[in-house]
């Protein structure tokens, strides 16, 4: 199909509203069908067509894989089995020895990665604060050869500048990776910040629907992504044709998706700021966020994640959790229903005690991921969730466990 409507370019919103459409010739169809085929023909011995064994590479996956480029504007992705898959791939780029730079509080499972992979030698791991400029001349110094980018990070929506980070990435020959997981290139696209790789839970908004476990890399040239295609095929990780199949889908209703997730968030982040029962809000959009201007340069919205601390500590999150009815208490974001997490026994429970009391994730701290429900039932849910937080947090008894 043309990429062009008469001379002007399409944008990637229709392009993504209409990624392989016509592809099938043989029957016409509108949709691209799916191809679940293992293996493909060979015209003769050693004769090679486009495609032979799915692991290496698949018509449905590929489709997948040139949609969210083409959303990241890069040169081209693979699709893995899963985001730490895709992660696993990236880190393949380091050697023993190399300097891996990532943050305190990046994704529990990508700190547990990192951590056992530096323990057995696979390379060597140092966390820092990335939003502190401090950071900055520290990996001056200590010349990493990865830069790993979370931002907004989890669970404190804390904001590295992209720009910052890929040009000192540069200026010291280390690959810049941004995981752009929590915000999906509707609301950033790192590459355009320098960033080399984008890797991506495709489990999240990519996908959208909470039925897909999946990931991505994408990369900013052609170099890169020989590489991590060769690794992607040679680990065995890319991503199941019907996984593929399904995020293409998910893709399909991204920047639809996107505007009422942001709607509902921005309203949920209202309630939250005006009620007594929390202490502090966690969410860039909030002009006293400490990386508010930071976002507003390198991000086109501002996400429906929201983190948020009880002023009442542990006891005020089980009130608050045993009242909500619209959020539900499980892990993962980015779908098209809204979810409660309480990182410290959740998604952060692979840290070890003291990492994530260094990393600020304290007894009280809930992360929203803000659904595409009516605003109006989120919001009145909430209400009456934090209505049985505040009876709690009275006590003082529960004053003393806020940050314990
Ligand atoms: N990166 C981020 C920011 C995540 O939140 C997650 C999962 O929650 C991952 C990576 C890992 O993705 P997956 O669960 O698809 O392996």
Not at 214 to 221: K, Q, R
Not at 272 to 299: E, K, M, W
Not at 319 to 324: K, N, R
């Amino acid at each position: 199909m043309s990429k062009l409507n008469g001379s002007r370019p399409l944008s990637t919103v229709t392009r993504t509203v209409r990624a392989g459409l016509g592809a099938d010739t043989t029957h016409r169809a509108v949709m691209p069908p799916i191809h679940l085929s293992t293996n493909f023909f060979f015209d003769a011995p050693g004769v090679y067509g486009k495609y032979d064994y799915t692991r290496t590479a698949n018509p449905t996956r590929d489709l997948s894989a040139e949609t969210i480029a083409e959303l990241e504007g890069g040169c081209g992705a693979v699709v893995t089995s899963s985001g730490m898959s895709a992660i696993a791939v990236a880190t393949r780029l380091l050697s023993a020895g190399d300097l891996l730079l990532a943050p305190r509080d990046c994704y529990g499972g990508s700190y547990r990665l990192f951590s056992a992979e530096a323990n057995r030698g696979t390379y060597r791991v140092e966390f820092v604060d990335p939003w502190d400029p401090e950071s900055l001349q520290l990996a001056r110094e200590v010349r990493p050869r990865m830069i790993w980018i979370e931002t907004p990070s989890n669970p404190h929506l804390r904001i590295t500048d992209i720009a910052a980070w890929a040009r000192l990435a540069r200026e010291i020959d280390a690959i810049c990776v941004a995981d752009n997981t929590f915000l999906s290139p509707v609301n950033q696209r790192p590459l355009e910040f320098g960033a080399d790789l984008v890797v991506h839970s495709t489990t999240k908004f990519l996908n959208g629907h909470s039925d897909v476990v999946g990931g991505t890399v994408v990369a900013a040239n052609e170099d890169l992504l020989e590489e991590v295609a060769w690794w992607t095929n040679a680990m065995g990780v890319s991503g199941a044709p019907f996984d593929s199949y399904l995020t293409l889908r998910g893709m399909r209703t991204l920047h639809a998706r996107s505007r009422v997730h942001e709607e509902n968030a921005l309203r949920i982040v209202d309630a939250l700021a005006r009620s007594d029962a929390v202490a502090r809000v966690n969410h860039p959009s909030l002009p006293d966020h400490p990386g508010h201007d930071v976002a507003s340069r390198q991000q086109t919205g501002w996400g429906s994640l929201i983190s948020f601390e009880l002023r009442g500590g542990r006891a005020a999150v089980d009130a608050f959790v045993d009242g909500i009815e619209h959020f539900a208490l499980a892990e993962s974001l980015g779908g098209v229903e809204s979810l409660v997490t309480h990182p410290w026994t959740m998604t952060h429970a692979s840290m070890d005690e003291p990492a994530r009391v260094a990393a600020g994730i304290g007894q009280g701290l809930l992360r929203l991921s803000v659904g595409i429900e009516a605003a109006e039932d989120l919001e009145a849910d909430l209400e009456r969730a934090l209505g049985r937080a505040a009876a709690v947090s009275t006590t003082p008894a529960a004053a003393a466990t806020v940050l314990a």
